[in-house]
């Protein structure tokens, strides 16, 4: 059982964010998504403080300011502004839907890495690209989404597609800094930089007071309350123990499954509809992704 302990962590990372997807889309029909990334950020951010203490983890690094910097915007463009554009698809598209776009997360990262850091990509990993993509366009057939109207499809699509491109941004341009960052610390920097990039979302919004409101108002929804102690919290402290314990590629691998058990979750909880073409897209997208990741080793 030791010996497993890094995969059981990282598939329960997965069921975890599954779980508040979930969430997130039942308080999204009461919360603004700017005032929802807001919240769950801040949460997230109060609960690593006390974690980091217990852990002897240092809150402050003696590094140069740049290196602060690099983080806070890595923090800003992929959480801040990625979370915010993944909740308004889910709200557009609903959880199984999104659950297909997210199928996208892993070759973006691979992709952005292979443009702006030189990596090389597998054979394979070309193969799963094109079944991502495949699975993304067959999803978006008339058929696939009967009960979502075209607009709010390309609109909910498109936010998502961009949502993945920033958290890939966001990924990449600390990846070279990684190996050498406690993670921790990354983590609560990332989020410091969030916090930032939502308050001046805020300052500048027109109808900031309709977000207040809705983050006042949303606070103490326990679906919100909920959805991010488990989704920025929970997720992400057995997400770490997955990538300590186990191979970075299976790791992945198997947060990679977030995506299905969105898709069935949604069908279970959110009574949202199972098609052939969403199944089948889901399962390509799976696939496509698994060899994307896979194809590192």
């Given at each position: 059982?030791?010996?497993?302990?890094?995969?059981?962590?990282?598939?329960?990372?997965?069921?975890?964010?599954?779980?508040?997807?979930?969430?997130?889309?039942?308080?999204?029909?009461?919360?603004?998504?700017?005032?929802?990334?807001?919240?769950?950020?801040?949460?997230?951010?109060?609960?690593?403080?006390?974690?980091?203490?217990?852990?002897?983890?240092?809150?402050?690094?003696?590094?140069?300011?740049?290196?602060?910097?690099?983080?806070?915007?890595?923090?800003?463009?992929?959480?801040?502004?990625?979370?915010?554009?993944?909740?308004?698809?889910?709200?557009k598209?609903?959880?199984?839907?999104?659950?297909?776009?997210?199928?996208?997360?892993?070759?973006?990262?691979?992709?952005?890495?292979?443009?702006?850091?030189?990596?090389?990509?597998?054979?394979?990993?070309?193969?799963?690209?094109?079944l991502?993509?495949?699975?993304?366009?067959?999803?978006?057939?008339?058929?696939?989404?009967?009960?979502?109207?075209?607009?709010?499809?390309?609109?909910?699509?498109?936010?998502?597609?961009?949502?993945?491109?920033?958290v890939?941004?966001?990924?990449?341009?600390?990846?070279?800094?990684?190996?050498?960052?406690?993670?921790?610390?990354?983590?609560?920097?990332?989020?410091?930089?969030?916090?930032?990039?939502?308050?001046?979302?805020?300052?500048?919004?027109?109808?900031?007071?309709?977000?207040?409101?809705?983050?006042l108002?949303?606070?103490?929804?326990?679906?919100t309350?909920?959805?991010?102690f488990?989704?920025?919290?929970?997720?992400?402290?057995?997400w770490?123990?997955g990538?300590?314990?186990?191979?970075?590629?299976?790791?992945?691998?198997l947060?990679?499954?977030?995506?299905?058990?969105?898709?069935?979750?949604?069908?279970?909880?959110?009574?949202?509809?199972?098609?052939?073409?969403?199944?089948?897209?889901?399962?390509?997208?799976?696939?496509?992704?698994?060899?994307?990741?896979?194809?590192?080793r």
């Amino acid at each position: 059982m030791h010996d497993l302990f890094g995969e059981i962590c990282s598939l329960s990372s997965a069921v975890l964010w599954a779980i508040a997807v979930i969430l997130f889309k039942k308080s999204g029909e009461r919360i603004h998504p700017v005032a929802l990334n807001l919240f769950k950020t801040v949460m997230a951010f109060g609960l690593y403080i006390p974690t980091m203490l217990a852990l002897g983890e240092k809150i402050f690094l003696p590094v140069p300011g740049k290196e602060y910097a690099l983080f806070i915007v890595s923090g800003m463009i992929g959480i801040g502004l990625a979370d915010v554009l993944f909740f308004l698809s889910l709200n557009k598209l609903g959880a199984g839907l999104n659950a297909v776009i997210g199928c996208l997360y892993s070759p973006t990262i691979i992709a952005l890495s292979v443009i702006f850091l030189g990596e090389k990509m597998a054979p394979v990993q070309y193969v799963g690209v094109a079944l991502v993509v495949g699975a993304v366009l067959f999803v978006s057939t008339p058929k696939s989404r009967p009960a979502i109207s075209p607009e709010d499809f390309w609109t909910g699509a498109l936010f998502g597609v961009l949502s993945m491109i920033f958290v890939g941004i966001g990924i990449v341009m600390i990846k070279p800094k990684l190996d050498s960052t406690p993670v921790l610390w990354a983590i609560e920097t990332r989020l410091f930089g969030a916090i930032l990039s939502m308050l001046f979302v805020l300052f500048i919004f027109p109808d900031r007071r309709k977000i207040i409101k809705s983050l006042l108002e949303g606070a103490m929804d326990i679906y919100t309350i909920a959805g991010s102690f488990v989704g920025n919290y929970l997720s992400l402290v057995v997400w770490l123990a997955g990538v300590k314990y186990t191979l970075a590629s299976i790791s992945a691998a198997l947060n990679q499954t977030s995506n299905l058990f969105v898709f069935v979750f949604a069908a279970i909880f959110l009574k949202e509809k199972i098609t052939a073409g969403r199944a089948g897209s889901i399962i390509l997208g799976i696939i496509g992704a698994l060899l994307v990741i896979l194809g590192t080793r």
